[in-house]
């Protein structure tokens, strides 16, 4: 799915309609349904029927966004389902779409709470009695600090303890000045249309919440026009990327992964992704590690073949033309993992890179042992898998754009089209950046998998995935999917507190179902 920032469904929506009454009201009917729909959900409960004494309390604004709460409303009332309608505005002031809305929602019977005075704001305490909230205020339409009576109601509505669907986007909420405790904090927001960057971001979380999008029947060369090649990839997105398998195959039918990974001081890296490659259906997978680290490695897993690095405590050049000569027989190669950053290793990473023919993984030490001249070095397909230091390191600093990540998905753009290799960035979201100029975005919240090992997971994946066959582009994606997917259902077994990086990969078989 396309991605946009709040500014450009503005100005997708003013262009859809081009002033057309009709059209405009269709586009909310189509929303307002969505609404009522993604309501009735949250309201089930676990016999998947919605309760007979459940309340909906639901606020509306004069624009567009009360509009799709006034359709919204309008089904509610035909469910039979109990709801409350406050209106922060008078009927007067409903204008074009949302005057049609108003008009359906009084044939069915509905009737609108004014919250006209300080004293009818007070009355509002009693939220807390709700099922369910439905915030139709302001959604896109919201600008710099809310005025009253806005302000206190959302207040009221954050205090209440209740469940909260906000509409398009939470009221109080904008690119500039969303963070602040005058704004919504959605349980979960139903985007219409198309998804908004900010609602993935570490800031946007806490007020979208769980966040959906509802599809909207916008003119496709409007939304070409719009596209700045951003697109949401979500778990839905897993079986269409996935490779497939040969059922008659044998091992190396499946793809051969070899991984150069572990130093005397962190064998565990080069385990994890070691193991995260197996469990992501490579058929053989080769671990090449020096040999003092070995009797270490071979304990913690039976299945890889090993590769032994003899005479060093670290990955060294005097290594490097035997691992050359035996990516004749991979797909796929992953570098870095617990390598160390010695001069040595940072040495033979660059000579190895350079002269590689097999699509890699660079990851953690093998990024921190390269410059911006080494990256123009590797002549084959490469996937880098920095986090936010690392590629400051590599490429400088990233823009403070923490909200909309406009800049920071630019600067992304740029790096990989000109160093011609796919760079997938670590955290919340994580952003995948091609050489054709195309951004993917991950959502990712999970702090159960903030720890030390995870991102040789994710490694693991990757590689695997490509050794399979997946285009750098397609194994990236799926690979930061997979890691997150499982990573849930870690989450959900053991707690964010208690996850480890090896439940994470534990949990892979469910990812990949």
């Known amino acids: 799915m396309e991605v946009l920032t709040v500014e450009a469904v503005r100005s997708l929506d003013e262009h859809t309609k081009a002033g057309d009454v009709e059209k ?25 029927a919605v309760p007979k004494n459940c309340a909906v309390a639901l606020f509306i604004g004069s624009g567009n966004n009360g509009g799709d709460g006034l359709v919204c409303g309008e089904f509610l009332i ?4 109990p709801c409350t309608l406050y209106s922060l505005s008078t009927p007067e002031k409903f204008k074009g779409e949302a005057a049609l809305a108003y008009r359906d929602f009084q044939k069915e019977g509905g009737r609108l709470v004014l919250m006209d005075s300080p004293e009818k704001v007070t009355c ?20 710099g600090e809310l005025r009253e009576p806005y302000a206190s109601i959302v207040r009221l509505i954050n205090e209440s303890d209740v469940p909260v669907l906000s509409a398009d986007v939470p009221t109080g909420f904008t690119t500039a000045g969303g963070y602040n405790q005058h704004a919504v904090h959605a349980t979960q927001t139903l985007m219409f249309g198309v998804p908004r960057l ?10 979208f919440g769980k966040a959906k999008v509802a599809r909207l029947p916008y003119p496709e060369t409007l939304m070409k026009e719009l596209s700045q090649d951003i697109h949401l990839m979500t778990e839905g997105d897993i079986p269409g990327l996935l490779p497939r398998r040969d059922e008659c195959g044998e091992k190396r039918d499946q793809g051969c992964a070899l991984i150069i990974a572990g130093s005397k001081d962190m064998p565990g890296a080069a385990a994890l992704c070691t193991k995260a490659c197996l469990r992501s259906g490579a058929g ?5 590690s020096p040999s003092s680290v070995m009797p270490v490695l071979q304990t913690k897993m039976s299945e890889p073949v090993f590769m032994s690095l003899e005479g060093a405590a670290c990955f060294e050049s005097q290594h490097v033309q035997k691992i ?36 890699m993984v660079i990851d953690a030490d093998g990024l921190n042992s390269l410059s911006e001249d080494g990256l123009r070095n590797i002549k084959t397909a490469a996937i880098l898998t920095p986090h936010k230091r690392e590629f400051a390191r590599l490429f400088g600093e990233l823009p403070q754009d923490t909200c909309d990540l406009r800049e920071t998905c630019k600067l992304l753009k740029e790096k990989a089209e000109n160093f011609n290799k796919t760079i997938l960035l670590k955290g919340s979201p994580i952003l995948v950046a091609t050489p054709d100029g195309k951004i993917f975005v991950v959502p ?8 030390g090992g995870s991102g040789d997971v994710l490694t693991g994946i990757i590689t695997a995935l490509l050794a399979q066959g997946c285009v750098p582009a397609d194994a990236a994606v799926l690979g930061a999917l997979l890691h997150q997917r499982a990573g849930e259902a870690a989450r959900e077994k053991f707690g964010a507190f208690s996850m480890l990086p090896n439940d994470v990969i534990e949990s892979l078989p469910q990812a990949f179902q």
């Open 24 to 48: 405009g009201y269709a586009l909310m009917r189509v929303a307002g349904k969505a609404l009522f729909e993604t309501a009735v959900e949250l309201l089930k409960s676990e016999n998947g």
């Open 78 to 81: 035909q469910a039979g389902i």
């Open 124 to 143: 509002l305490k009693s939220l807390h009695r709700c099922q369910l909230i439905i915030d139709s205020m302001l959604g896109t339409g919201g600008k």
């Open 198 to 207: 900010e609602a993935f971001t570490a800031q946007g979380l806490p007020y």
């Open 284 to 288: 053989l997978v080769t671990l090449a």
């Open 324 to 359: 050359l000569t035996y990516t004749n027989h991979v797909q796929a190669v992953a570098i870095g993992p617990g390598l160390s950053s010695n001069d040595e290793t940072r040495k033979a990473v660059a000579e190895f890179t350079a002269n590689c023919n097999v699509p």
């Open 444 to 451: 990712a919240a999970n702090s159960g998998m903030a720890k």
